[in-house]
């Protein structure tokens, strides 16, 4: 096992899934600049050049089609938005023909292409640059849609993608790039459709989508102080989703609550408590709570923005309401991105 960080982990599954596979290539705008999407494609860019990474101009529609028709004569495009909102332009491409190809035209190989987004937040990426649409893409069949949490899971579903015959949106959050953690190797595929128990616990069931992972963790530790022992579950991909871990972590601990880095209506934390209602409903202790963001766009403005997204308070007083408990907190932990600068 090494140690890196969330980008170096893409950026090295990147580096290694090329030089195993010469049909990958990588698109996006800024792909090959010093930046290299934060950093994530600069490792390819200096291994394999303007060749195998090509910088793109704003056509997003487009050239999610003509990626689509590489992938259908055998290559593997990796189509990078270095915001996932930059995606609703192409959305025709990606819901209709690449999600569809397999079923339209009876393909037995489909179009494998690798969408990766990424959700901004902080430093005034307001209304238009800071959503998770992992909801969006993962109502349509056809398509893979993971939200890597760890280092390790960031390079193992990236690696995964780039073997598979599905096209996959990864969604990865702009928060999480500098978290450090032990990641293989090798080029370890991490399957789609297998959750990740990051803590087990016996009072309560947190599922945690992408950053909510992290953040649920964090809560975990501030409830043991609370002597509530609270079962982490990240889900790592939304479709397809691994509903019996969740299953059974909720007939131990008889309570649930779902973080999302998006909103509560036909979103992420719905689909779950719904799971719960149909699947689970006698084993519940307490109903379920869901924490979202606030029904309304993201401010721009630092402390809106500061009160707009969930924390690890957040969640751990979700949880204790599950258990009855109404206690204050008697601690507050650091935002997640205090020591981020900017700028994106």
């Avoid at 997003?60 to 909102?85: L, S, T, W, Y």
Wanted: glycine share 8%.
């Amino acid at each position: 096992m090494q140690r890196l960080k969330y980008w170096q982990a893409i950026s090295q599954a990147l580096v290694q899934s090329m030089e195993r596979d010469p049909n990958i290539f990588v698109a996006g705008i800024g792909v090959d600049d010093f930046k290299g999407i934060f950093g994530t494609t600069r490792g390819a860019y200096e291994r394999f050049g303007p060749a195998r990474v090509i910088d793109i101009p704003n056509c997003e529609n487009a050239f999610a089609g003509i990626a689509i028709g590489a992938a259908a004569m055998g290559k593997r495009p990796v189509v990078v938005h270095p915001r996932n909102d930059f995606m609703f332009l192409a959305l025709d491409q990606i819901l209709n023909l690449a999600a569809k190809w397999k079923y339209m035209y009876a393909s037995e190989h489909g179009v494998p292409v690798v969408f990766r987004g990424i959700v901004g937040r902080g430093w005034g990426q307001g209304a238009t640059h800071s959503q998770s649409l992992q909801a969006l893409f993962a109502h349509f069949p056809g398509l893979y849609v993971a939200t890597p949490a760890s280092p390790a899971d960031a390079k193992g579903l990236l690696c995964a993608a780039l073997r598979g015959d599905t096209p996959v949106v990864l969604l990865e959050n702009r928060a999480l790039y500098e978290l450090e953690g032990e990641v293989p190797e090798d080029p370890v595929s991490v399957p789609f459709g297998t959750a990740r128990v990051i803590r087990e616990g016996t009072d309560v069931t947190i599922v945690g989508a992408s950053l909510m992972a992290f953040e649920a963790t964090r809560a975990a530790d501030v409830l043991a102080e609370y002597d509530v022992s609270a079962e982490v579950i990240d889900p790592r991909s939304i479709r397809p989703l691994d509903r019996d871990a969740i299953l059974c972590s909720l007939r131990k601990t008889g309570r649930l609550v779902v973080a999302d880095t998006s909103w509560a209506m036909c979103g992420f934390s719905s689909e779950i408590a719904a799971l719960a209602a149909e699947e689970a409903h006698a084993d519940l202790k307490a109903p379920v709570r869901r924490v979202t963001l606030p029904d309304c766009p993201a401010p721009v403005s630092r402390p809106l923005e500061q009160a707009f997204h969930p924390t690890p308070m957040t969640i751990m007083r979700a949880c204790l309401d599950t258990m009855g408990r109404h206690e204050s907190a008697g601690k507050v932990l650091a935002d997640v991105q205090a020591r981020f600068p900017g700028p994106y």
